[in-house]
């Protein structure tokens, strides 16, 4: 991160009471900005966002907001605030508005696909999803596999191999063992 000196308009401490938590303890102006921050309203605020949560990996380092960023740096119980006025930040901003949108419009045209796909996926028919439902649990015995693979296995639309697990879920023959990620882990009993 490049940044001057100049950028820097303001400093924060806020320290952290057991009983009434994050407070600001004290708080320097080294130059006006006219989008400044409250910084008594906010210090709570500020305090939960760099100190939350237990894991120090994914605790954030700064916060950029449309006008100014916030860098933060823990010593202790308390925190210190750096307030950045950083230079071209709309136009940094609107760069990656860009690189967002065509993201998500190949995210968006990706998924069409597979659901066009999904759809084009032929439907079992009643003799063959009873044979599939036999199959499972023997196949699932000893092991685990995700929905996605039984579904690649059997060449079954998401809709039909999620009635098929339901009923072999309702039937007590298989059950979840476990998450992969957002994929359901099924073995059988």
């Known amino acids: 991160m490049n940044f001057t000196e100049s950028e820097m308009f303001g400093a924060a401490l806020i ?3 057991m009983i009434d938590g994050p407070f600001l303890k004290w708080k320097k102006e080294f130059s006006k900005v006219d989008d400044g921050v409250n910084l008594n309203d906010f210090a709570m605020n500020f305090y939960l966002s760099f100190r939350g949560g237990n894991d120090a990996v994914k605790k954030p380092r700064a916060i950029l907001y449309d006008k100014f960023y916030i860098v933060a740096f823990p010593r202790d119980l308390e925190l210190c605030c750096l307030f950045m006025k ?11 508005n860009k690189i967002a949108s065509r993201i ?5 045209s ?17 003799n063959t ?7 499972i649990p023997n196949l699932l015995s000893g ?7 039984l579904r690649r296995y059997f060449k079954l639309s998401n809709s ?5 697990m339901s009923d072999l879920e309702s039937s007590k023959k298989i059950n979840r063992a476990a998450k992969k990620g957002r994929s359901i882990l099924w073995t059988a009993n």
């Not at 999803?129 to 199959?135: F, G, H, T």
């Not at 092991?143 to 996605?148: H, I, N, S």
């Not at 039909?160 to 098929?164: D, G, L």
């Open 160 to 164: 039909q191999i999620w009635k098929v």
């Open 104 to 108: 998500i419009t190949e995210m968006e």
């Open 15 to 17: 320290g952290f009471d």
């Open 129 to 135: 999803i009873e044979e599939i439902m036999r199959l």
């Open 86 to 96: 950083p230079e071209d930040v709309d136009k940094n901003i609107n760069q990656l």
């Open 110 to 126: 990706n998924d069409e696909d597979e659901n066009e796909k999904e759809e084009t996926a032929v439907d079992s028919d009643e």
């Open 143 to 149: 092991t685990q596999m995700t929905t996605p693979e």
